[in-house]
């Protein structure tokens, strides 16, 4: 059927659905971004979407730092989750196992240490059990949408940013 450019009536079907195909595989290539958090757990709704983006935005904003595209290889190790829990309140997580130059990579205890600490840290704060998620979501790089819950919740618990300068500034003081 290569010679049907030479027939238009016969061709047109099958030229459409090339059409169609190629202007999907082009959509594919431009969204792969929004693709790689949806290709890591292949379920997710277009809520658990945004909440995903919303906890990539709370987490960059708070801590001042580029997050990669890949948000749940990112959270894996948990030293991002223990510094926003710090950021949140300060010495809440005591310890946090850091990658060093020699040694990039943490091994999987240390990063469900570091993972632990962080749930830890975040029900001292007062985080409800029901918005708690699992080590295994964020270790395994399973259950994003519920990693994003359980960081809402932490921040929501989170003191306002410039509540300090503004009760100082007044001089007022609670009687």
Do not use: Y
Request: hydrophobic share 35%; glycine share 4%; aromatic share 2%.
């Amino acid at each position: 059927m290569n010679s049907c450019s030479q027939c238009s009536a016969p061709c047109r079907p099958e030229s459409f659905l090339q059409r169609l195909g190629q202007r999907d595989d082009k959509r594919k290539d431009s969204s792969q971004t929004q693709t790689q958090v949806q290709d890591k757990s292949p379920g997710l709704q277009e809520e658990d979407v945004q909440a995903v983006e919303l906890l990539r935005k709370n987490i960059e904003s708070r801590l001042k730092v580029a997050l990669p595209t890949d948000l749940a290889s990112a959270l894996t190790d948990g030293v991002v989750l223990c510094h926003l829990a710090n950021h949140v309140r300060p010495r809440s997580v005591p310890s946090i196992h850091v990658p060093s130059p020699a040694v990039p990579k943490l091994t999987m205890a240390k990063c469900r240490r570091n993972v632990e600490n962080f749930l830890e840290a975040c029900r001292r704060i007062g985080v409800p059990q029901s918005d708690l998620c699992l080590p295994l979501h964020i270790l395994e790089e399973k259950g994003l949408p519920l990693v994003a819950g359980t960081v809402s919740a932490l921040l929501q618990l989170a003191p306002p940013r410039h509540s300090v300068s503004t009760t100082t500034a007044t001089g007022s003081s609670p009687v």
